[in-house]
């Protein structure tokens, strides 16, 4: 991309929900915003606009990925400001969903904006037409529709709609940044109502409402079905409407009904429920009211309880039904084949959602592919609607569609007895509205293990990890374990991998595709160990894991590691021992041992330490670094974004962050082959310490924590072995600490910690409930 084509400056009008959740995105990616909104108090003319970040900096999830992020955007009003769009390559319109608005902002951002200044409105049903109306060519040629979804930090979804007008070099720009700049995955719509993924998800909330009250089907049993078992995240669909807000709903009906085709099968199906409305008038609107379709028992208790269809009344929430079989586990035919209501609710939910979906390509979209990518990014299905036909059969749902007196959409017809994906000669394909299939094109720069793995079998295989082959000389280790947890299995991997990537390699990237990189040790397997006093099988555990991590550091050949996720504790560490990090920016990284009164085991305590004392924004001595890391590791704190892991050193100045998930894998080997250009393996770090007075120095603090009621007795205890292996156990400050002196250290710490019951207790504590225990 040539200089003057990018985006050096962004402009957000509107500072609501959205447009401060934009401008916080466009912060997060390193752009400069500038962030406008009305003036409402003349004393304090641009309040609104700085009280939306005031308050986005107090908000969990939080909007910014760092402060740093924050201090990007700068904030003003329409009325005194608006002269300073004439500095921004970008003007993104997210005001109130009112036409006569938008168009009255328009006509005054025409006389400001800069000739290549592109202008786009985040409307979520306005047709772009009547949005340009009124405006001269030059403006039209550079303005287009960025529907965002909230919220914009963690949605990955934009739907982008050009018009018939808009300039396709301006298009590309906005795309390119969006999808590099801003992380998200752009999906081209057309200048239909709803766009893609609100004018299938309408359709679908109201399909699944409607049969749970027709059908007699509870909540709870509703959410079951067409949840998980349909790849739909496990709220279903009244978890949520609960999550966004009940009282969005009439308004997404009304603004579709206001603007969909005569003959569109919503009007059939869209019906006011009484009780919706009386929830909403009594202010039940969801988590953000007083209850919802769910809410938490008032009696102090907060048991899970569920609002009664029939009665209007709050019950206790059942136990939500296990559906036999294949039937809960993706297999569609299965699920639609139960007997009685489960089969009967999830019909009444799949059938004419996805009969929908398929009747209207290529109305809203080019192509199946745009369609599927839409729900998956933006409603967060696991399968989009034609990867749910296949996983029915489209000649199955065309007979039952037919059986019923329904009408079969064309493209059902089309696909005949095929699928609408398969995969042919190593690639992806779907099939067009021409009949035939077509590969599925990533953007340049996108390389996914996923079609890695279509291209043929694993180098090397373990029981939870393997080894595949990204071509240029590159392997990539993946985690293949139950939440991909680290055990025997992958230091063995790592031990054979090492000399395969040395003898016919250049490079080796540590990366999944898992939603996280992996939360660390087994900790299951840790506590069966435990349980049993096996503390020969734990201590191999650690010895390998030592082993196996500083083997990849002092490999002939450069380690790049790619997480995107949770990397924690022995996840962490392995990034520690990469000579470079390439971190997806939604990257949570901590060292978290702490917490299951632990230490951790697998060098991490050295290669923070080291990390730290190279740090040129470090003081000399042996103490601050040392400090530092104590503070970080005794509190387990986790880093909520690769910025943040930045300021807290788990990354280091020079390592990457990626924005697009999608780019990560590319960027790390990119990156590895870089380093594979004359690599040369890092030298052993030698420590100077501070020894016994610098523990008693870490402890003090400590126990000011413990007399404010921070720390609890058993914190201490686990600190103060921290402690002892940080500053060199009874290291001499004018000694020098070796990287194996280290690892002892740890080793003799973490075997102490583990025979303890206290720690026992902390990590059935955090099996059982996923928090830690407080002993
Ligand atoms: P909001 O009501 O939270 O915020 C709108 C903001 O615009 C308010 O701060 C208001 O003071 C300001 N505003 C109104 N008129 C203005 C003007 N003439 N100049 C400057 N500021 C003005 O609304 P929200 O939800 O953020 O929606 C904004 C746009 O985004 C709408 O077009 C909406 O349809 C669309 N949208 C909303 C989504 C959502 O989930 N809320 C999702 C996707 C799109």
């Known amino acids: 991309m040539s ?29 400069p915003v500038l962030l406008l909104d009305v003036v409402r108090d003349p004393a304090d003319r641009s309040a609104v606009a700085r009280g939306a970040v005031e308050r986005m900096l107090k908000t969990d999830p939080a909007p910014f990925m760092s402060k740093a992020a924050a201090r990007l955007v700068e904030t003003g009003n329409i009325e005194d400001d608006l002269a300073k769009v004439a500095d921004c390559d970008w003007i993104i319109e997210a005001i109130v969903e009112r036409l006569d608005l938008k168009q009255a902002l328009y006509a005054k951002i025409e006389d400001h904006r800069h000739e290549g200044a592109i202008v786009s409105s985040n409307t979520s049903s306005i047709p772009l037409d009547r949005l340009v109306e009124g405006r001269s060519e030059g403006f039209r040629r550079n303005f287009l529709i960025t529907h965002f979804f909230n919220p914009p930090r963690y949605m990955r979804l934009i739907e982008l709609v050009s018009g018939t007008g808009s300039d396709p070099a301006q298009v590309a720009r906005i795309a390119d940044f969006a999808d590099r700049a801003l992380g998200k995955s752009v999906v081209r719509a057309k200048d239909t109502p709803g766009f893609i993924a609100n004018r299938i998800g309408t359709f679908w909330i109201q ?58 099968p919503y009007r059939a199906i869209a019906r006011d429920e009484g009780l919706i409305g009386r929830m909403i008038a009594d202010g039940f609107t969801g988590r953000k009211g007083k209850g919802g379709f769910y809410r938490l028992s008032a009696d102090g208790q907060r048991r899970k309880e569920v609002l009664d269809l029939a009665s209007g009344e709050y019950r206790a929430a059942a136990k939500a039904p296990s559906l036999p079989g294949k039937a809960g586990s993706g297999d569609l035919a299965a699920l639609l084949a139960l007997p009685g209501k489960a089969g009967a609710y999830a019909w009444a939910v799949l059938g004419p959602t996805l009969a929908y979906a398929a009747s209207l390509v290529p109305a809203i979209a080019d192509d199946i592919a745009a369609v599927d990518a839409a729900m998956k990014l933006g409603y967060n299905w696991k399968w989009g609607p034609f990867e749910l036909i296949d996983r029915i059969g489209a000649d199955r749902l065309a007979a039952r569609l037919e059986g019923e007196g329904k009408a079969v959409p064309d493209l059902l017809r089309l696909a005949g007895g095929r699928t609408f994906w398969r995969v042919e000669g190593w690639k992806r394909q779907f099939l067009g509205l021409d009949g035939d ?3 599925l094109v990533r953007p340049e720069g996108v390389l996914l293990l996923d079609d890695i793995k279509l291209a043929g079998a694993p180098v090397m295989k373990s029981g939870s990890a393997v080894l595949w082959d990204a071509g240029d000389g590159v392997l990539v280790l993946e985690f293949t374990g139950k939440m991909n947890a680290l055990d025997g299995e992958v230091m063995a991997l790592i031990g054979k991998a090492i000399p395969l990537v040395a003898a016919r390699h250049k490079a080796l990237v540590v990366y999944n595709e898992g939603s996280n990189f992996s939360a660390g040790a087994n900790l299951g397997l840790a506590l069966f160990a435990l349980n049993i006093a096996a503390w020969g099988e734990v201590e191999k555990l650690v010895v390998a894991g030592q082993q196996a991590y500083k083997a990849l550091k002092y490999a002939p050949f450069p380690v790049v590691s790619a997480p995107s996720g949770l990397a924690l504790g022995g996840g962490c560490e392995i990034l520690l021992h990469s000579d470079a990090i390439q971190a997806h920016a939604e990257s949570y990284i901590g060292l978290v041992e702490c917490g299951v009164g632990l230490v951790p085991g697998w060098g991490g305590c050295g290669e923070m330490i080291d990390r730290w004392r190279k740090n040129p924004a470090m003081p000399k001595g042996p103490m601050p670094a040392v400090s530092k890391v104590f503070e970080t590791i005794s509190t387990a704190t986790v880093a909520k974004s690769a910025a943040e892991a930045k300021e807290l050193g788990f990354l280091r100045p020079t390592d990457g962050v990626t924005m697009n998930r999608d780019r990560l894998l590319a960027d790390a080997k990119a990156r590895a082959l870089q380093l594979a250009e004359g690599y040369v393996p890092p030298e052993p770090p030698q420590f100077r310490l501070p020894g016994p007075s610098g523990k008693a120095a870490l402890m003090m603090a400590v126990e000011g924590f413990r007399a404010r009621g921070l720390a609890t007795p058993y914190d201490e205890v686990v600190a103060a072995r921290l402690a002892d292996v940080l500053t060199g156990g009874e290291a001499d400050p004018v000694d020098v600490v070796s990287e194996e002196d280290m690892l002892g250290l740890e080793h003799r710490a973490f075997m102490a910690l583990v025979r303890d019951p206290r720690s026992l207790a902390r990590v059935e504590h955090m099996l059982e409930t996923g928090k830690p225990l407080r002993n």
């Open 207 to 264: 399909a699944a409402m409607n049969a749970a009250f027709d059908l007699g089907v509870s909540v709870e049993e509703a959410d079951a079905i067409a949840g998980r078992p349909m790849g739909v995240p496990k709220t279903g669909v009244f978890g949520l409407a609960d999550l966004v807000g009940i009282d969005l709903l009439p308004h997404l009906k009304a603004s579709l009904l206001a603007t969909l085709p005569e003959d569109d």
């Open 3 to 31: 200089g003057a084509a990018t985006i050096s400056r962004v402009c957000v009008i509107g500072a609501g929900v959205m447009g401060a959740g934009i401008a916080a995105q466009v912060a997060n990616a390193g752009v």
């Open 437 to 439: 299939y077509h590969d």
